[in-house]
């Protein structure tokens, strides 16, 4: 649903919108037109406010709105932290506990740090297959993928 990267750089830090999420919401009108009519994620987007009025108008215009080029990249932009601060209500009408947003705005980002942790299955491979180096980048988190006797293309 959402990725969160603490730091103090507003602009690469925060609760973002995860791909598979942003899409859901250009695609579902119901939610899109739901999230346009909040004013923070209006202002947050950047977007002329008449273009959001004749979109939330007419489905004809809500579809060209949320299918244009760069509508669900907009959307991943967006620090959910901050647009929830705008209006407190909006993750509860979008499903997700505000609990959970009200946790992350009262804890600072070394904390917060501590208190995340990352868990996740490498899928059933033959061969040896494991992890080293893990690392937390501004990028995303990386890592070594290291093995032995495992198939990649057409040798091993």
């Known amino acids: 649903m959402a990725t969160y990267r603490p730091g103090k750089d507003r602009a690469h830090s925060g609760l973002r919108l995860a ?3 942003a899409g ?3 695609k579902e009108k119901s939610r899109a037109r739901e999230l346009l009519e909040v004013p923070a994620v209006v202002r947050a987007l950047g977007v002329e406010r008449t273009d959001v009025d004749r979109a939330l108008r007419s489905e004809e215009a809500l579809s060209r709105f949320t299918g244009r080029p760069g509508f669900v990249q907009e959307l991943m932009r967006l620090n959910l932290v901050d647009v929830v601060a705008g209006d407190p209500g909006l993750l509860k009408r979008a499903g ?7 946790a992350l705005l009262n804890l600072r980002p070394p904390e917060l740090s501590d208190r995340l942790s990352l868990s996740f299955k490498l899928p059933k491979t033959p061969g040896d297959l494991r992890l080293q180096h893990i690392t937390v980048e501004p990028e995303g988190i ?4 290291v ?3 495992v198939r ?3 040798a091993t």
């Open 152 to 154: 990649l293309g057409g």
């Open 24 to 26: 859901l919401i250009a």
């Open 142 to 145: 990386r890592a070594r993928l």
């Open 147 to 149: 093995g032995s006797a």
């Open 96 to 102: 997700i506990d505000p609990a959970l947003v009200d």
């Open 19 to 21: 791909p598979e999420a």
